[in-house]
């Protein structure tokens, strides 16, 4: 499989690396791209990380908008200026940097998160307090999409 899938959480050493989960690091090899590469999430409150394919989507979601528009230079912003290329050393380790830690809230342990072409790194509370109100918002899009199908509302 190509996609980053599954949930881990992995504890920062005492040198501040993390190991990236195996089946992750599987993917990222299959996808050609040195190292990893990480930007903030839209919301700022963890890291969108991969290789190739996140930064095809970055591209494709760039292109949608006319250079120099404000648009372009706000997304290109958030996804380039504030993104970082992380090395991967040979035990399949990275260290977060301070400005990604601060920003996610990392401070001793990481919730790896897969979305398919892209995965999330995430301070482990936060994600389960999000992923919380994530099953909320599909449950509620389920019921929506059932009452449209029955023609409830």
Same mark, same amino acid.
């Given at each position: 499989m190509d996609e980053f899938v599954s949930t881990f959480t992995n504890r920062l050493d005492s040198k501040g690396r993390v190991s990236i989960p195996a089946a992750f690091r599987a993917v990222l090899t299959r996808d050609g791209f040195d190292g990893l590469y990480c930007c903030p999430t839209l919301d700022g409150v963890a890291v969108d +990380? /991969? /290789?190739?394919? &996140? =930064?095809? +989507?970055?591209?494709?979601? =760039? @292109?949608?908008?006319? *250079?120099? @528009?404000?648009?372009? !230079? !706000? &997304? @290109?912003?958030?996804?380039?200026a504030q993104s970082e290329r992380l090395g991967i050393d040979g035990e399949g380790r990275i260290i977060l940097s301070e400005t990604f830690k601060d920003m996610a809230g990392i401070?001793? *342990? %990481?919730?790896? %998160? /897969? $979305? /398919? #072409?892209?995965? $999330?790194?995430?301070?482990? !509370? *936060?994600? =389960? +307090? #999000?992923?919380?109100? +994530?099953?909320?918002r599909v449950r509620a899009l389920r019921q929506g999409s059932a009452n449209t199908q029955t023609g409830r509302e």
């Open positions: +990380a /991969g /290789g190739n394919k &996140l =930064l095809d +989507a970055i591209r494709e979601r =760039l @292109s949608r908008h006319e *250079r120099f @528009s404000p648009e372009h !230079d !706000d &997304l @290109s912003t958030t996804f380039m401070t001793d *342990r %990481v919730t790896f %998160v /897969g $979305q /398919g #072409y892209k995965f $999330q790194i995430w301070e482990p !509370d *936060r994600f =389960l +307090a #999000y992923r919380e109100k +994530a099953m909320e």
